[in-house]
């Protein structure tokens, strides 16, 4: 039994020769290139490796060894939504990478796209033409665009190889959002060569913070793609790759909530009674912010946060009483603010601060705020001192008037010209509090005429006259409700039509 797989091995060798001398085996495809190594599997160039056991690792012991090695590093990591690159979509016989770095940037950093090309053929290959394209883009810092060149016209930087390149004139298509630039070899790229170049990009700032990372929307990622083209043909892609980052940022989340009155209804006061409202500031703590329960890959701790708020209504409107934790306090320019360490991923702080409603007429039908604000050291600078921040929603609560024109009611309410009529007028005070020279105003109607009044107004027209009729009224705390009745008779004025 020995001779025979011995020569068998021999006959089938000779049939693999004969038939690749006449052209029927293909030629072997080009090794793909290995995937890079795990940190774990890593060597450093140049140290040697201390052998500390007692006996040499087998394969089946290494691989268990870096299989509970693993699964220590994912138990003590946080759990974090992984950052998974685009793959590659087309490899042909001159192959095209596209790599981008780094592979988490803050907003409006500089970043980099690297696009590598290697000629695996035997032969040199010319009219080599790489198609770079970034989606959510323009050549320009362009509104609502989410990258853009970092250097005008996106030239070519870091070239390798020792190669040139004709840059094409930047092509922007305005429906896929989008645009793209052709980069021309000027030389043939030999057998076996490679070369590459950099293109440099950057995220655009705006107000209202839409590349950024931000509470209960995706992640931002700029993602940009290269096609090859050879021989000048724009009509044959090649090779084909795509590569994309993550802007990476703390997801500060900011509200407030009406807490606390002193009032005895329900989000409502009166001028002179106070207010609670509870801040609530947030690190990714909002309801999209950890689906299935995995904290979002974008997010990360915020450090040197500045919590800032105004006083609720126009300035004099309201008045601070106290705040928990206590705030640095501007009773000038009627501000105040907070300090925050550090805020981690996940992690929620309440603010608390109260304000008296003042008796003025500012204010006076909402005790309003609409301007507070969060920031911290990891968001970046809007001018050279101030830095983008998360601005809170609208919140207040209604200023009840303590008096009210209950009802006006006149007898007879239909009357001929020229004859009387008595109007009773009732003042309502809400408020909890005695009423003390308050003012009850009536303007007469310029077709009728005074005659009386009780009780006696501290203002009124001369008899037949008619304008201002003014009561003092001192009332008592309310109840439910406490009521002043003011009478006046009135002649209606008779009209004598015109000839």
Known sequence: MGPKPRLYRRLMLLIVVLMAMSGLVPARAADPLPPPLTPLEEISSGEATPFTGTGFVGADERAEELRLARAAETTAAPTVEPFVAEPQQIQGDVRLDVSI???????????????TFTNTNAAPVSGVVIRAIWNNANPIN???????????????????????????????????RSFSVDYTLNEALGPGAAASFQIAMRTRLQDDLRFLPRSNVEPVRPAGSGELYKDSNLNNKISEDTASNLVEGPVLVLSKAVTATNSGYNNQIFPTQEVEYTITVGNATGAQDRPNGVVRSDAIDATNLLLTDIFPAAIGGSEYISSDPPATVDLENEKMSWTIDRLRVGEQREFK??????????GCKRLENAFYTITSDEMPLRTGIERYNVKGAKVGITVLPPLRIKSISAEPDNLPYGSFTTLTIVAQNLFPKAIVDGRLNYFMQDNAFFQSAAPQPLVNPEIDGNGLLSWRLDMQPARRQHRARRRSPFRSKALTPKS
């Open 101 to 115: 770095g780094p592979a988490r940037i803050r907003g409006g950093d500089e970043f980099f796209y690297t696009f």
């Open 142 to 176: 362009a509104s609502n665009f989410m990258q853009y060149c970092s250097v005008g016209g996106c030239p070519p930087q870091g070239i390798s190889g020792g190669v040139s390149f004709a840059t094409g004139t930047p092509q922007v298509n305005r429906t896929s």
């Open 353 to 362: 601060v109260r304000f008296r409603k003042t008796d003025i007429s500012k």
